[in-house]
Nanobody
Framework: QVRFVESGGGLVQPGGSLRLSCAAS????????MAWYRQAPGKERELVAF????????HYADSVKGRFTISRDNAKNTLYLQMNSLKSDDTAVYYCQAPKLPTWGQGTQVTVSS
């Protein structure tokens, strides 16, 4: 059974940092591309960052480029998102997902506010 458990969210002031983690299970993590998505209140879910399985090539939404870094540890079946210079617009529930698998976790709430 495919499962994603996101963690690391919380309340942070503008300009602060957070590191999200996603523990994946039920599939061969190392062979799957992985991504972070987010959904803010009243908005559609959007792609934040993507990392390829084999090459490790990454892609970021323009809104987070230069501030967020996606990484993965295939030995630990874990996906990470380092978020720096956070802005109020980054407030959302963050989800990890393997794009080829139709499963979502519960997400982790990130709130950026003073």
């Amino acid at each position: 059974q495919v499962r994603f458990v996101e963690s690391g969210g919380g309340l942070v002031q503008p300009g602060g940092s957070l590191r999200l983690s996603c523990a994946a299970s039920g599939f061969t993590f190392s062979t799957h591309n992985m991504a972070w998505y987010r959904q803010a209140p009243g908005k559609e879910r959007e792609l934040v960052a993507f990392i390829a399985s084999a090459s490790g090539i990454t892609h970021y939404a323009d809104s987070v480029k230069g501030r967020f870094t996606i990484s993965r540890d295939n030995a630990k079946n874990t996906l990470y998102l380092q978020m720096n210079s956070l802005k109020s617009d980054d407030t959302a529930v963050y989800y990890c997902q393997a794009p080829k698998l139709p499963t979502w976790g519960q997400g982790t709430q990130v709130t950026v506010s003073s």
